[in-house]
């Protein structure tokens, strides 16, 4: 274990936590749980920043570290949809949850095939990222059906939007080797 991966491990740990928050029945829960949240969103970034810094990156980071992200947003945003009752909301977390799906499965897919540079982390990857985390954090610290809320909201749909853009890309960059014979098992 280094610092990186132990920066990760927190970010798991606080899981439960942010979910215990949420639910609990105290008028600081959306404050708290957006503040949970951010620390969760700092330790990503930390961690990867040290994993380079410190040259601490290990197979066990790189597998875990997309595991904790997902788990993180994924969780947020099922607790955020139970709360809000948004149909745009909830169509903008599907997409959402769906395109980690689709893109997890496809990078391993072409790593098995020796070609997981053709679905490296893009700049667009990157943009979506940053507004699904500010998104969430807005929607999380602010009680549904508030101006803030709102603007929570137009955030995880511009996130959404860049989700699709960035699964293009990424199924565009993936479309000749989906589309090849050799690639194929019957």
């Not at 990186?4 to 949420?22: G, K, W």
């Not at 601490?56 to 809000?84: E, H, N, R, W």
């Not at 070609?115 to 940053?130: D, E, F, M, N, Q």
Request: proline share 4%; with cysteine.
């Amino acid at each position: 274990m280094n610092i990186p991966n132990i920066l990760t491990s927190v970010r798991i740990f606080m899981i439960p936590i942010l979910v215990a928050v949420y639910y609990l029945p105290w008028e600081g829960r959306y404050y708290a749980c957006a503040i949970i949240f951010a620390l969760a969103a700092i330790t990503d970034w930390l961690d990867g920043y040290l994993a380079r810094k410190l040259d601490q990156s290990t197979a066990f980071g790189a597998f875990f570290d997309p595991v904790a992200d997902k788990l993180m947003v994924s969780i947020a945003l099922v607790m955020l949809v139970a709360s809000y009752a948004n149909p745009l909301l909830t169509l903008a977390s599907a997409v959402i949850v769906g395109r980690e799906i689709v893109i997890s499965a496809l990078r391993e897919w072409m790593a098995e095939m020796g070609k997981r540079a053709s679905v490296a982390v893009s700049y667009i990857g990157k943009l979506k990222t940053t507004m699904q985390m500010l998104a969430i954090f807005i929607l999380l610290g602010s009680r549904p059906d508030t101006l803030m809320a709102h603007v929570g909201e137009a955030v995880l749909i511009a996130a959404a939007l860049l989700t699709l853009w960035s699964m293009y890309i990424y199924l565009k960059a993936a479309w000749p080797e989906l589309m090849s014979k050799e690639s194929h098992e019957n």
